[in-house]
């Protein structure tokens, strides 16, 4: 998964430290349907292989969560990473392109626990428009300004072929979505201040060979 800004990031927090906190929250949510109420550092290093240190210095960067002798209570380490993450606030996405890829990400709503949501799906195809994949009805991408604005939608998914992948990215940030996954297999362009991350399965499994 390759990700890529056009702004300034605060210097103090590293995009790696963001990217730790998603791992830290899926295994405290974990330890929470196994009624686990504390958990230590070392105890969450040893189950996520990583440095306990650099644990307690990726939740420092937010504030002191932890207790000296006691660790970090699970429950309310849940809630304040989800803060840190805005997933304590619903976070309406829009999914472009509704074919397989489309179809199978937009599955996936089945299986998100937390705050956000992908709420509309657009095509051009007009032999798809009208029809409902995963309880939601698939729309004009003619319409995504007026979709953006009624549904206040802040995310949007690209998952169509790279011929139409920049274009795709053109209607998002005019609309004014800040923040795209890009499943297209393309570098897009983007205004200043919009974040794109890439996911990119072919050049993943690329990279994986090596390792072979």
């Given at each position: 998964?390759?990700?890529?800004?056009?702004?300034?990031?605060?210097?103090?927090?590293?995009?790696?430290?963001?990217?730790?906190?998603?791992?830290?929250?899926?295994?405290?949510?974990?330890?929470?349907?196994?009624?686990?109420?504390?958990?230590?550092?070392?105890?969450?290093?040893?189950?996520?292989?990583?440095?306990?240190?650099?644990?307690?210095?990726?939740?420092?960067?937010?504030?002191?969560?932890?207790?000296?002798?006691?660790?970090?209570?699970?429950?309310?380490?849940?809630?304040?990473?989800?803060?840190?993450?805005?997933?304590?606030?619903?976070?309406?996405?829009?999914?472009?392109?509704?074919?397989?890829?489309?179809?199978?990400?937009?599955?996936?709503?089945?299986?998100?626990?937390?705050?956000?949501?992908?709420?509309?799906?657009?095509?051009?195809?007009?032999?798809?428009?009208?029809?409902?994949?995963?309880?939601?009805?698939?729309?004009?991408?003619?319409?995504?300004?007026?979709?953006?604005?009624?549904?206040?939608?802040?995310?949007?998914?690209?998952?169509?072929?790279?011929?139409?992948?920049?274009?795709?990215?053109?209607?998002?940030?005019?609309?004014?979505?800040?923040?795209?996954?890009?499943?297209?297999?393309?570098?897009?362009?983007?205004?200043?201040?919009?974040?794109?991350?890439?996911?990119?399965?072919?050049?993943?499994?690329?990279?994986?060979?090596y390792y072979l």
């Amino acid at each position: 998964m390759e990700e890529r800004t056009n702004v300034m990031k605060t210097p103090k927090i590293s995009d790696a430290v963001i990217r730790r906190l998603p791992i830290y929250l899926r295994y405290l949510n974990s330890l929470r349907n196994m009624q686990v109420r504390t958990v230590s550092s070392q105890q969450l290093g040893e189950a996520l292989d990583l440095n306990p240190a650099q644990i307690r210095k990726d939740l420092a960067h937010f504030g002191e969560f932890g207790r000296k002798g006691i660790g970090y209570e699970v429950e309310y380490l849940i809630q304040k990473i989800k803060s840190i993450l805005k997933l304590d606030q619903q976070v309406n996405v829009v999914l472009i392109g509704a074919g397989h890829l489309g179809h199978a990400i937009s599955n996936y709503n089945a299986y998100l626990k937390d705050n956000m949501r992908i709420v509309s799906i657009l095509d051009t195809d007009p032999a798809k428009i009208g029809k409902v994949t995963a309880g939601i009805e698939i729309c004009e991408l003619a319409s995504l300004p007026q979709v953006v604005k009624e549904k206040n939608i802040r995310v949007g998914i690209i998952a169509v072929p790279a011929a139409a992948a920049q274009s795709v990215a053109d209607a998002l940030t005019h609309a004014g979505i800040s923040a795209i996954l890009n499943f297209a297999p393309i570098n897009i362009r983007v205004p200043d201040g919009v974040r794109v991350h890439d996911a990119d399965v072919t050049m993943e499994l690329h990279s994986l060979a090596y390792y072979l």
